[in-house]
């Protein structure tokens, strides 16, 4: 095969601190898109869909002939799509075959906190762990991924990560849905490739944490992808360590935002970029012409606080080749409706939030696995205000719960933001009001999580433990930030 990039390899990390990346018109786009399997699964006695993931190392060719070791997920890299439909039970059976202890949470997914996969649910090497749920929610994109606390970072790295869908019956039949074909997952990954193998050990640049001179979209170097229909799908998730990317098509072409994080948007959105912070999903339907090659980029994230997330100018990507075959199939035309998202509204919130994430903590204190820093009734609302108090990028995401953003700095939010959310990027001095509810599942002997998903800053210690318990449950711990009912 030949080389996916003509750049050179950039060199130690001296010439690397400074040096602006610009991989556009630069990349080759000589190879096939990696499409994930979808995950076989089988139903037991009881109804439950039951998975069976197996963590393990292996080595995988982002370069032919260069072999470099990573870890995936039933096999050497990234891991199987997982799919389930609304109101179905899953169990899903994980066994770590790693030299170390990770875990497995479900990021996105509603579900009881034992099943969440979070830091303190361990898997230990040579053992197998087996949550079980039922789908409580509308169809979405979500994803897995690793979480052991101050290691989260290096495991996503290395690889393990992959996508988990959930269908629902009641989402528009005319948005492209045949998996692989018209309907694509996108695991988008920057990452340092010296001589064509991965550095084995996940590189610090910047305040945010790891950034990359490479793109990976499902493992693959440098991306093509034949589509035979004149509406693609892509489903977005910006799976890196750090990067903010925003996407948009090389010449500028309009598309449809038609889903975030937790699920469709009421309607189409018809923009020419969408932005995405670690963790964050967006679906996408883009319109092809015959015979063309449409080429999707990353340009310079805007943070609205001119912050560059590395000294030298912000990174441009080239990131897939979209090749239309000759002759397209005619797509169905989007509807105009595509999901009802009722508004949670201010007034009927229980309690509200200060959240300021600023040197690594949050209001002040880095994540404890001794300390559970909030506790939520169960069948409340609540407003997390959120706050980026310290001069450099942060990603918001809670466990368990989809948000609604009230404000962005006291305004309405942009279209993009109408929707479920479960993570969402924050710049510099930006205060966001998020609302959500918290419901069905109370334990008080298992926390969620809440945490920046900048994972340098995760492991770091900015992320929190929370509690959902029966109202009437016990209170707050007095050292909680706090503002008391309103
Ligand atoms: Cu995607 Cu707590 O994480
Ligand atoms: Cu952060």
Redesign the pocket.
Known sequence: GGSALALPVLGGAASWAGHRVDTWGKVSFDRPLDVPPLAPSRVDGQGQRVFDLTIAAGRTEFTPGRPSATWGVNGGHLGPTLRARRGEKVRINVDNRLPEATSL?W?GMHLPPSMDG?PHQMIEPGTTWSPFWTVRQQAATL?Y?P?PHGRTAQHVYRGVAGMFLIDDDAAPHELPHAYGIDDIPLIVQDRRLPGGVLDPDEPMAGTTGFLGDRILVNGTLGPYLDVRSQRVRLRLLNGSNARVFRFHLADHRAFELVATDGGLLPAPHTTDHVQLSP?ERAEIVVTLTPGERAVLRSSDPDTGAGFVQRDGGEDRFDVLQLRAAATLASSARLPARLADVPRIPAHTADDRRVFELAEHTINGRRMSPDRIDLTVRKDTTEIWEVHSGDGTLHSF?V?DVHFQVLTVDGRTPPAHLAGWKD?VLLPPGTSMRLIMRFADYADPGSPY?Y?C?MLYH?DRGMMGRFMVVEAGGRPDPPAAHHSGHH
């Open positions: 949470h990021h979070g994803w991924h979480h963790g995401h466990h993570t999580m945490h998903h995760e």
